[in-house]
Structures are given as structure tokens and as C-alpha cells.
């Protein structure tokens, strides 16, 4: 299970983990990026303002994504990264042309909801020597738990976005 690789450079430090738009009730992760509760300077609003605004247009969509497939709705901590790439992107295709299909046809009545397959799990292989893979999964997880790099990443992202929306 090797991870997507991901490299970016915000407010001139690099970065090499993907990251999640998250409101106040997850935890301090590198991986998640949270609004500011009580932004007290304009900086610091303007943040939390375009922070809030983005991930509550992923939250809608993934939503939709949600109530529509069932295979969206199951953890996912395991599966490799390339299958829930592919997964997610066959679910956005087909999401859209769903959507394209009732806009051409608004007087047949379809109900997308009672689609609720069983979900089948993948074969999964056993063993009691530690993989690879597992150790690279161990050492993934030690750095996501990291909060100096939530705080560095976070106070990055506030400078970008103030470096472009401050006189706004």
C-alpha cells in the first residue's frame, strides 16, 4: 500500500503529505488542515472565510457522492491509494452523468437512493511477518500524528491566502 506521492511548497517550506480541510472536532493531525474558531485578526479571517467556504463545497459534494454509493461510505484506511483514486473518480464520472441524464430527461421519476448494493469485501491476505508495506503504513501514521506540522502547514496556508485575499 504505497502512498500517492504529493509534493507542494507553500509560504517557501515543502511539503510531502496530502492534507484534509477539517472543521474544529477533529484532532490537531498534519493531515488536517482546521479553520481558526475565533479569528481575531483580519488574517486570520480571511483564513478561516476561505477555509470554511472550500470545505463546505467538498463536504456537499462528497455528501452526494455518499448517499449515492454505498462503496463511498465504508472505511477506507486499508485499501490502496490508486484502487480509492480510482474509485472516487469512477464515482464523480458517473455522479455527472447521472446528473447530465436528468437534466435532458426531468420527467422520469428515478430514485437513486433505493441503489444500495452489498458491499463485498476484498480478498485480503494474512500473514504474521510485517510487510513492507505495513512498516511504510506505521511510519505514515507517525508523521501524520505530528502537531508541529499541522501548526507550521496551517500558518503556511494563512500566509498564502493572505499574500492573495488580504485587501479583500
Given at each position: 500500500?504505497?502512498p500517492?506521492?504529493?509534493r507542494?511548497?507553500?509560504?517557501?517550506?515543502?511539503?510531502?503529505?496530502?492534507?484534509?480541510?477539517?472543521?474544529?472536532?477533529?484532532?490537531?493531525?498534519?493531515?488536517?488542515?482546521?479553520?481558526?474558531?475565533?479569528?481575531?485578526?483580519q488574517?486570520?479571517?480571511?483564513?478561516?472565510?476561505?477555509?470554511?467556504?472550500?470545505?463546505?463545497?467538498?463536504?456537499?459534494?462528497?455528501?452526494?457522492l455518499q448517499?449515492?454509493?454505498?462503496?463511498?461510505?465504508?472505511p477506507?484506511?486499508?485499501w490502496?491509494?490508486?484502487?480509492?483514486?480510482?474509485?472516487?473518480?469512477?464515482?464523480?464520472?458517473?455522479?455527472?452523468?447521472?446528473?447530465e441524464?436528468?437534466?435532458?430527461?426531468?420527467?422520469?421519476?428515478?430514485d437513486?437512493?433505493?441503489?444500495?448494493?452489498?458491499?463485498?469485501?476484498?480478498?485480503?491476505?494474512?500473514?504474521?511477518?510485517?510487510?513492507?508495506?505495513?512498516?511504510?503504513?506505521?511510519?505514515?501514521?507517525?508523521?501524520?500524528?505530528?502537531?508541529?506540522?499541522?501548526?507550521?502547514?496551517?500558518?503556511?496556508?494563512?500566509?498564502h491566502?493572505?499574500s492573495?485575499?488580504?485587501?479583500?
Amino acid at each position: 500500500m504505497k502512498p500517492l506521492p504529493v509534493r507542494f511548497e507553500v509560504n517557501g517550506n515543502e511539503y510531502n503529505m496530502w492534507y484534509y480541510l477539517a472543521d474544529g472536532i477533529y484532532p490537531s493531525l498534519a493531515s488536517f488542515v482546521k479553520t481558526i474558531p475565533r479569528p481575531l485578526s483580519q488574517k486570520h479571517r480571511t483564513f478561516a472565510r476561505y477555509q470554511e467556504g472550500v470545505r463546505k463545497d467538498v463536504e456537499r459534494a462528497f455528501g452526494v457522492l455518499q448517499a449515492r454509493w454505498h462503496i463511498v461510505r465504508c472505511p477506507s484506511r486499508m485499501w490502496d491509494p490508486i484502487d480509492l483514486y480510482y474509485i472516487m473518480k469512477t464515482c464523480i464520472i458517473l455522479h455527472n452523468m447521472i446528473v447530465e441524464d436528468e437534466r435532458e430527461d426531468m420527467l422520469k421519476d428515478r430514485d437513486f437512493s433505493a441503489r444500495d448494493n452489498e458491499y463485498v469485501l476484498p480478498d485480503i491476505v494474512t500473514s504474521r511477518d510485517p510487510t513492507i508495506e505495513f512498516k511504510v503504513f506505521l511510519e505514515r501514521r507517525v508523521d501524520i500524528q505530528n502537531r508541529y506540522l499541522h501548526n507550521k502547514l496551517q500558518k503556511d496556508l494563512i500566509e498564502h491566502i493572505w499574500s492573495f485575499h488580504g485587501d479583500e
